[in-house]
C-alpha cells in the first residue's frame, strides 16, 4: 500500500508537472500571442489616432477655408443684394420693355399675316394689271383708230358746215335783197298811186274800183313777200339747226369748240324770232 501510494503520488507528481509545464507553455504562447495582439491593436489604433488628427488637421483647415469662402460670399452676397437693388429699376424697365416687345412681336405676327394676305392679293392684282394693260393696249388702239376717224369725220363735217354755211349766206342775202327790192317798189308804186289818184280827180265809183284793185294787186305783193320770209326763216331755221347738230356731234366725238378754228355764226331774220322745232315747222310770218 506504500509502495502504490508512493508510485501514485509519483505519478501524480509527474503529471502535476507536465500539467505545469504545459499550463505554463500554454500560458507563455497566450501572453505571446496577447502582446502580439495587443501590438496589432495599438498600431492599429495608432494608425487610426493618427488618420484621424490627420483627418481632424483637415477638417480645420477645410473649416477655415470653408469660413473664409463663407465670408467671401457674404461680401459678394452683399454686394449682389446692393447690385440687385441697383438693378431693381432697370430690370423694371427691362421688363416692361419685354412686355412691349411682346405686344409688338404679336402685331408683328399679325403684320406678317397681313403681308403674307397682301403679297396674294399683290398677285392677283399683278394679274389683273396685265390683263388691263393689254385691254388698256388694244382701247389705245381701237382709241387712235376712232380717233383718226374723227378727225376724218371732223375734216369733212367742217367742209360740209362751211359749204352749207356760204350757201345759206349767199342764198339769205339773196333772199333779203328781193323782200327789200319788194317792199321798195311796192312803196313806190303806192306813192306814185296816191299822186294819180290826187291828180286825177276821179268820181268816186271810179276811185273805189281803182282802190279794190290796187289793194289786190297789194295783197298779191304782200303775199309774195310772206312767202319770200317764210321761205328766208326756214332756210335761216335750217342753218341754225345745223349748226346745232354740228356743235353736238363734236361733243360726242369730245372735241372741244374752241379747237373747231372758227365760230359758225347762226342766222337770223330781221324783225323775226325763230322757234326751236325743226326747219320744216316753221310758221308763216304774220
Not at 5 to 16: H, M, N, P, V
Not at 103 to 118: A, M, W
Not at 180 to 200: C, D, G, I, R, Y
Request: charged letters at 35%; glycine letters at 4%; hydrophobic letters at 35%.
Amino acid at each position: 500500500m506504500k509502495m502504490l501510494r508512493d508510485e501514485l503520488d509519483l505519478r501524480r507528481k509527474t503529471e502535476i508537472h507536465e500539467v505545469e509545464e504545459r499550463k505554463n507553455g500554454q500560458i507563455t504562447t497566450l501572453m505571446q500571442r496577447h502582446e502580439e495582439a495587443f501590438t496589432d491593436i495599438k498600431n492599429y489604433y495608432n494608425d487610426i489616432t493618427l488618420n484621424n488628427l490627420a483627418l481632424i488637421n483637415s477638417l480645420k483647415e477645410q473649416m477655415e477655408d470653408m469660413r473664409k469662402k463663407e465670408e467671401h460670399l457674404e461680401k459678394e452676397m452683399t454686394e449682389v443684394a446692393m447690385q440687385n437693388r441697383r438693378l431693381a429699376d432697370p430690370l423694371q424697365k427691362a421688363r416692361e420693355e419685354m412686355s412691349d416687345m411682346q405686344k409688338k412681336l404679336g402685331s408683328y405676327e399679325r403684320d406678317k399675316q397681313i403681308l403674307v394676305c397682301t403679297k396674294a392679293r399683290l398677285k392677283v392684282t399683278e394679274k389683273e394689271l396685265k390683263s388691263l394693260r393689254w385691254e388698256h393696249e388694244v382701247l389705245e388702239q381701237r382709241f387712235i383708230k376712232v380717233q383718226q376717224e374723227r378727225d376724218d369725220l371732223y375734216h369733212k363735217f367742217t367742209s360740209a358746215i362751211l359749204e352749207v354755211q356760204q350757201k345759206a349766206g349767199f342764198r339769205n342775202l339773196v333772199l333779203e335783197r328781193k323782200v327789200q327790192a319788194l317792199v321798195a317798189a311796192v312803196e313806190k308804186k303806192e306813192v306814185q298811186f296816191n299822186e294819180v289818184l290826187a291828180a286825177s280827180n276821179l268820181d268816186p265809183a271810179a276811185l273805189t274800183l281803182v282802190s279794190r284793185k290796187l289793194e289786190d294787186v297789194l295783197e298779191s305783193k304782200n303775199s309774195a313777200i310772206k312767202d319770200l320770209q317764210y321761205e328766208l326763216a326756214r332756210v335761216c331755221k335750217a342753218h341754225n339747226d345745223l349748226l346745232r347738230t354740228y356743235e353736238a356731234k363734236l361733243l360726242a366725238f369730245g372735241v372741244p369748240l374752241d379747237n373747231v378754228g372758227f365760230k359758225p355764226l347762226e342766222t337770223a331774220v330781221i324783225g323775226q324770232t325763230l322757234g326751236q322745232g325743226p326747219a320744216g315747222l316753221v310758221g308763216t310770218p304774220t
